[in-house]
Antibody, heavy 115, light 112 residues
Framework: EVQLVESGGGLVQPGGSLRLSCAAS????????MNWVRQAPGKGLEWVAN????????YYMDSVKGRFTISRDNAKNSLYLQMNSLRTEDTAVYYC????????WGQGTMVTVSS | DVVMTQSPLSLPVTLGQPASISCRSS???????????LNWFQQRPGQPPRRLIY???NRDSGVPDRFSGSGSGTDFTLKISRVEAEDVGVYYC?????????FGGGTKVEIK
């Protein structure tokens, strides 16, 4: 059974940092690109970042470039999102998704940026 | 960035009746590899999104055949042939052809 389990969310002050993790199981993790997608409270979906299978190419939405870093560890079947210089507008549920077309989603982890 | 425009925003439907959601892109979604990376997602209340359709018209495993996708270029449609109670939720289109990947604003399907 395919599973994606996100962790690492929480409450952080503006300007702070968080590192999200996503543990994958039930499929060959190293064969898939992976996405982070977020959803602000009561709002729609917003793609955040993508990493290719071997981690050598990464793509970001403009508003997180230079602040967020996506990475992966294929030996640990894990995806990460290092988030620095957090802003109130980064408050959202962050989902880990399999593949560029997001064929499977985790349950998400909530990130709240507030003073 | 490619803008994805969905309509309507809200879609009240009678059980057993059909429903149709439109998604238009600001530029062609035909990739240089010949594929069109247009996907549809369903998000039931309190749940993460679930992909229903990929590359315009391919249903994911376990998706009922009352869901169908069609379209080409910049104009796409998701149809539900006979709406059931479990279909209530928000539906999103997403393009995967151009960076950054972008989603439509969502269409809320509810029962009349």
């Amino acid at each position: 059974e395919v599973q994606l389990v996100e962790s690492g969310g929480g409450l952080v002050q503006p300007g702070g940092s968080l590192r999200l993790s996503c543990a994958a199981s039930g499929f060959t993790f190293s064969s898939y690109r992976m996405n982070w997608v977020r959803q602000a409270p009561g709002k729609g979906l917003e793609w955040v970042a993508n990493v290719i299978q071997n981690g050598s190419e990464k793509y970001y939405m403009d508003s997180v470039k230079g602040r967020f870093t996506i990475s992966r560890d294929n030996a640990k079947n894990s995806l990460y999102l290092q988030m620095n210089s957090l802003r109130t507008e980064d408050t959202a549920v962050y989902y880990c998704c399999r593949g560029s077309s997001s064929s499977f989603w985790g349950q998400g982890t909530m990130v709240t940026v507030s003073s | 960035d490619v803008v994805m425009t969905q309509s309507p925003l809200s879609l009240p439907v009678t059980l057993g009746q059909p429903a149709s959601i439109s998604c238009r892109s600001s530029q062609s979604l035909v990739h240089s590899d010949g594929n069109t990376y247009l996907n549809w997602f369903q998000q039931r209340p309190g749940q993460p999104p679930r992909r229903l359709i990929y590359k315009i018209s391919n249903r994911d495993s376990g998706v009922p055949d009352r869901f169908s996708g069609s379209g080409s270029g910049t104009d796409f449609t998701l149809k539900i042939s006979r709406v059931e109670a479990e279909d209530v939720g928000v539906y999103y289109c997403m393009q995967g052809t151009h960076w950054p990947l972008t989603f439509g604003g969502g269409t809320k399907v509810e029962i009349k």
